[in-house]
């Protein structure tokens, strides 16, 4: 299930999507790094050089779909901050949790993983543009997608120093 996410150097959010009662279904494109490293002009500074990272038409495309989602918190990467109770297992863009904040407040606010419910997982999705938490009733599905990335999609610049 990871082994063709974690092949790619990043992913970049396409879409995510939830119909009632639906699957949750998010759509990847992969981020290419380039081969010559640049500087970076931010504001009076320069910085680098780094390698730009970028959607090209090469891209690979990928869907996680989690079914029987019982909850799911999502927020702009840039917003991430240290969740002290967030213990992951390894893995870099989709990994299970086992503890987290979110956990104890879904605990204390919804059913949505009380014991009358079901069996559960705690999920991590990690992208350049957003993180999404998903509560499921069953882990999740990772596929590669044959089609093309959505170049319509405006994205900001990206850089990687390795």
Request: charged residues 25%; proline residues 5%.
């Amino acid at each position: 299930m990871n082994k063709l996410l974690n092949s790619a150097h990043t992913w970049f959010l396409e879409s995510y999507q939830q119909g009632p009662y639906g699957s949750l279904v998010i759509r990847l494109a992969e981020g290419i790094k380039g081969t010559e490293r640049l500087p970076v002009q931010i504001g009076d500074q320069t910085l680098g050089p780094y390698f730009p990272v970028t959607v090209e038409r090469s891209s690979r495309c990928a869907t996680i779909v989690f079914n029987d989602v019982r909850a799911v918190l999502t927020y702009a990467e840039g917003y991430d901050a240290e969740d002290p109770k967030l213990e992951i297992e390894e893995g870099r863009f989709l990994r299970r949790v086992t503890a987290s904040s979110f956990r104890d407040f879904a605990g204390n606010s919804l059913t949505a993983i009380d014991e009358f419910r079901g069996e559960f997982s705690e999920w991590l999705v990690w992208t350049e543009e957003l993180v999404l938490q998903v509560f499921s009733g069953a882990p999740p599905e990772v596929r590669l997608e044959d089609r093309q990335p959505d170049d319509t999609i405006e994205r900001g610049e990206t850089w990687s120093a390795t």
